[in-house]
């Protein structure tokens, strides 16, 4: 006999314990179901070596624009409110300095523009010229053999207590689940669960199943990173979709060689993030430098090659995809990216190349301050849109009409967006199980109102 939920949530990471909190909060909805395929929460991409820890508040996101910035930064507004109101200040969320740095005259005149656009917007945002930037950045102009570095640099940011900026997103989801429970203690979590297929029974509910149970729901949520593509090709949805998945590595240094995190100016031709250095929370605040992109055949990594069958169910690869592949590879600027990526994961070699391009951010940077940091980084699951045939940027959901089911796909900034992307899924499910959503308790506690 199956198990049965008003609401089943699929996946233990930051998105799915932001909804399952959500739903659990401010709904009448009576039982919820948040079910993880391993032995905790936020084993994968939402846990603290994963990602970078920062709240991408759009600031100092050069690759967003002002109307991206401004959808962003209520969804990050409300990742502060939440830990303000389970008091998780200096636990899981933390203020440090940040800036994006200019270095050249062309990347300052975009910079020197983009303050001036932005900083009605953010308030609290700074300029730092260079004489600044020595004071509270010095290894920022610090130069390999001594002195300051020659070129002309500009920065914009914020300094600490100006606002927060990093949060251990493990630690998060597992507030999420606690408070979620306290809400509801009707619900359930279950560990060690991994569905396997999700049927559609008549018209009233899901059929779950798992590799040890099977579970039914009135509506499906599932926030499974790659593997929700995954699952809802499973149930011929989303077949205009294929999976690109990219791994970012990072790599630490025994240091405080930066004070805060420090972001260069997104390369607009690439869809990756640009190369930072952030105070990492769990290495005692040493700097961590990353990402790298490296595009690898599996659906989550340090697992082996056990999600290598499932890349290729949603690759999906056919002339489309193939077109899709070529046409990136075609701008030499993404080619030499993808490649050097690729060395970066190359022993002895990958230091050497990777200091080059770090020495941006830290001038005097060299191979023996950093080591390449194993067992960090996770896999985000880039979107091929095979019917507009390009690479999607940005989050993905495929909402099959009034079928009360949903198959997100979060690459970053999802964990910025958890609290956001909860509230527009909490919507359809209250519409779809004609709910009460007390939105007035939500607005006061996460959106300050």
Do not use: W
């Not at 240094?253 to 952030?278: E, S």
């Not at 701008?331 to 994961?345: A, P």
């Amino acid at each position: 006999m199956a198990q049965h939920f008003d609401v089943i949530v699929v996946g233990g990471g930051i998105s799915g314990a932001a909804l399952f909190y959500e739903l659990s909060k401010y709904t009448n909805v009576k039982k919820v179901a948040l079910i993880e395929k391993y032995h905790a929460l936020s084993t994968l991409n939402s846990k603290g070596t994963s990602n970078s820890q920062t709240i991408h508040s759009g600031d100092i996101e050069t690759n967003y624009t002002y109307e991206k910035a401004s959808k962003v930064k209520p969804n990050a507004d409300m990742i502060v409110n939440y830990a303000k109101l389970v008091k998780a200040e200096n636990k899981f969320m933390f203020s440090h300095q940040k800036m994006a740095l200019a270095v050249g005259e062309e990347e300052c005149a975009f910079m020197q523009k983009r303050y001036e656009e932005f900083k009605e917007l953010y308030p609290y945002i700074r300029k730092f010229d260079k004489a600044e930037i020595k004071k509270i950045e010095p290894k920022v102009i610090e130069a390999l053999g001594g002195g300051d570095r020659p070129e002309e640099i500009f920065a914009m940011g914020a300094l600490e207590n100006d606002c927060y900026t990093t949060v251990d997103f493990g630690k998060m989801s597992e507030s999420l689940a606690e408070e979620a429970m306290k809400a509801n203690p009707d619900n359930q979590i279950f560990f060690n669960e991994e569905i396997v297929n999700i049927y559609k029974k008549g018209d009233t509910f899901y059929l779950i199943s798992a590799n040890k149970t099977e579970f039914s729901a009135n509506f499906v949520v599932v926030n499974a990173g790659a593997h929700s593509l995954y699952l809802a090709h499973k149930m011929g949805y989303g077949l205009d979709y294929a999976c690109l998945p990219v791994a970012g590595s990072f790599y630490l240094t025994k240091k405080h060689l930066l004070n805060g995190k420090v972001y260069m100016v997104q390369n607009p031709k690439l869809p990756f993030a640009a190369l930072h250095g952030d105070p990492d929370i769990l290495c005692d605040m040493n700097t961590r430098f990353g990402p790298t992109a490296l595009v690898l055949p599996k659906l989550e990594r340090y697992h082996g090659l056990k999600s290598l069958p499932e890349f290729f169910t949603t690759l999906r690869l056919d002339g489309t995809t193939i077109k899709i592949l070529l046409d990136l590879m075609k701008d030499s600027t993404i080619r030499n990216y993808i490649l050097r990526n690729f060395l970066f994961e190359v022993p002895y070699l990958n230091k050497s190349l990777f200091v080059k391009d770090a020495r941006k951010i830290v001038p005097s940077l060299t191979t023996d301050d950093i080591t390449y940091a194993k067992g960090f980084g996770g896999v985000r699951p880039q979107v091929l849109n095979k019917t507009e045939k390009k690479l999607m940027l940005g989050e993905a959901s495929i909402v099959p009409q009034n079928q009360g089911i949903i198959f997100n796909m979060t690459p970053s900034p999802g964990a910025t967006s958890c609290m956001g992307n909860a509230l527009r899924d909490l919507r359809m499910v209250v519409d779809y199980l004609k709910l009460e959503f007390n939105e007035e308790l939500f607005n006061k506690e996460l959106r300050g109102e």
